[in-house]
T-cell receptor, first 113, second 111 residues
Framework: KAGVTQTPRYLIKTRGQQVTLSCSPISGHRSVSWYQQTPGQGLQFLFE???????NKGNFPGRFSGRQFSNSRSEMNVSTLELGDSALYLC????????????FGEGSRLTVL | LAKTTQPISMDSYEGQEVNITCSHN???????ITWYQQFPSQGPRFIIQ???TKVTNEVASLFIPADRKSSTLSLPRVSLSDTAVYYC????????????FGKGTRLSVIA
């Protein structure tokens, strides 16, 4: 069974640009969550989508957005990039999202210059 | 969401049993306790989950006392490959609330 796939794995952007990250969940999983991980703040929850609807949202500015497609694949977008957005962005999928067992991808490492 | 407190770091020699304790004094009746493991530059990986007493799987054991205000993750006979950050999380699985990761415990296994 294929795991959670995130693309791209690495990317470099400059301040003011925008970026779109993609996540393909495990087949059959309807919940997709996004997390941001930085050395200083650790793992922070961004948002969760379930059946194309945003079900939970973390405390991030509106520059961070996401969506989920009918096939459960998800994308997150960060607009007007800031240096502080440099981080590892992790996607996790789950059957229901609330069963405690999330399957994480390897992440997309974003560097903002 | 119940807040958790774990040691920031721990060191252990190969072959020893490692016990990582997590405090969650304000755990709610419906909360479960879940542990994740994270290696550098990888996403966290589910290790074990429990509600009370003891849970054991092929990787670890989870001990939860009767008052449930703490829990202990036990890793038997650790190896160098167990060097990772271990996160303790507490939450009500029925409420679809997102997992809240703390700082975790950085375990270093020494040869």
């Amino acid at each position: 069974k294929a795991g959670v796939t995130q693309t791209p794995r690495y990317l470099i952007k400059t301040r003011g640009q925008q970026v779109t990250l993609s996540c393909s969940p495990i087949s059959g999983h309807r919940s997709v969550s996004w997390y941001q991980q930085t050395p200083g703040q650790g793992l922070q929850f961004l948002f969760e989508y379930f059946s194309e609807t945003q079900r939970n949202k973390g405390n991030f500015p509106g520059r961070f957005s996401g969506r989920q497609f009918s096939n459960s694949r998800s994308e997150m977008n960060v607009s007007t990039l800031e240096l502080g957005d440099s981080a590892l962005y992790l996607c996790a999928s789950g059957v229901t999202g609330a069963d405690g067992e999330l399957f994480f991808g390897e992440g997309s490492r974003l560097t903002v210059l | 969401l119940a807040k958790t407190t774990q040691p920031i770091s721990m060191d252990s020699y190969e072959g020893q049993e490692v016990n990582i304790t997590c405090s969650h004094n304000n755990i709610a009746t419906n909360d479960y306790i879940t542990w994740y493991q994270q290696f550098p530059s990888q996403g966290p990986r589910f290790i074990i989950q429990g509600y009370k007493t003891k849970v054991t799987n092929e990787v670890a054991s989870l001990f939860i006392p009767a008052d449930r205000k703490s829990s202990t993750l036990s890793l038997p006979r650790v190896s160098l490959s167990d060097t990772a950050v271990y996160y303790c999380l507490v939450g009500d699985l029925r409420r679809n609330t997102p997992l809240v990761f703390g700082k975790g415990t950085r375990l270093s296994v020494i040869a």
